[in-house]
T-cell receptor, first 113, second 114 residues
Framework: DGGITQSPKYLFRKEGQNVTLSCEQN?????MYWYRQDPGQGLRLIYY???????QKGDIAEGYSVSREKKESFPLTVTSAQKNPTAFYLC????????????FGPGTRLLVL | AQKVTQAQTEISVVEKEDVTLDCVYE???????LFWYKQPPSGELVFLIR??????QNEISGRYSWNFQKSTSSFNFTITASQVVDSAVYFC???????????FGDGTTLTVKP
């Protein structure tokens, strides 16, 4: 089945630790996105990539880093510089065949110990 | 710049009532796309509908219907005969063709009580 997978479902981070959230898609989509959602709030764009080996900062990129070495994968690293990382993280992708529609993964919930 | 406003933060209805979720948008692009997504308690955003700016025809899908009006920059979503399973957060989103990214509203939390 085609789709977007995110792992892990839950992630715990200790202070000062970097953690990486995985996002993989087998939809052959060119564009991928990372959003952050805080309780009771909307989605805020962290980073996005429209093509392999290229990515742009979104609205809240500070404290985060990404890479796009493969079309299928767009991992997000939450660095120790991100002082308030507790949130729900959603990955999405969009392709030429999806008629401008973004499709979302199931999300990763990050908690700070 | 793009902007999406969902003025209704929370709506509560009793099962079988009709309910309309409002969405107002701003964009300078002449060609753009509007979307509605549903976020159930599990968290994953589920795509419901897409509309492009050249197609103002309203759409009905079962109990769901959408009213797109360019004159008022609105793209409202109506659920007819609501059910408990419709309880979720609903997001409206906008993407202009000159933007590589979409803009989401803050969402409307719909609670349908039995």
């Amino acid at each position: 089945d085609g789709g977007i997978t995110q792992s892990p479902k839950y992630l715990f981070r200790k202070e000062g630790q970097n953690v990486t959230l995985s996002c993989e898609q087998n939809l052959n989509h060119d564009a991928m996105y990372w959003y952050r959602q805080d309780p009771g709030q909307g989605l805020r764009l962290i980073y996005y990539s429209q093509i392999v080996n290229d990515f742009q900062k979104g609205d809240i990129a500070e404290g985060y880093s990404v890479s796009r070495e493969k079309k299928e994968s767009f991992p997000l690293t939450v660095t120790s510089a991100q002082k308030n990382p507790t949130a729900f993280y959603l990955c999405a992708s969009r392709g030429w065949d999806s008629q401008e529609t973004q499709y979302f993964g199931p999300g990763t919930r990050l908690l700070v110990l | 710049a793009q902007k999406v406003t969902q003025a209704q933060t929370e709506i509560s209805v009793v099962e079988k009532e009709d309910v309309t979720l409002d969405c107002v948008y701003e964009t300078r692009d002449t060609t753009y796309y509007l979307f509605w997504y549903k976020q159930p308690p599990s968290g994953e955003l589920v795509f419901l509908i897409r509309r492009n700016s050249f197609d103002e025809q309203n759409e009905i899908s079962g109990r769901y219907s959408w009213n797109f009006q360019k004159s008022t920059s609105s793209f409202n979503f109506t659920i007819t005969a609501s059910q408990v399973v419709d309880s979720a957060v609903y997001f409206c989103a906008l993407r202009g063709t000159n933007a590589g990214k979409s803009t989401f509203g803050d969402g409307t939390t719909l609670t349908v009580k039995p």
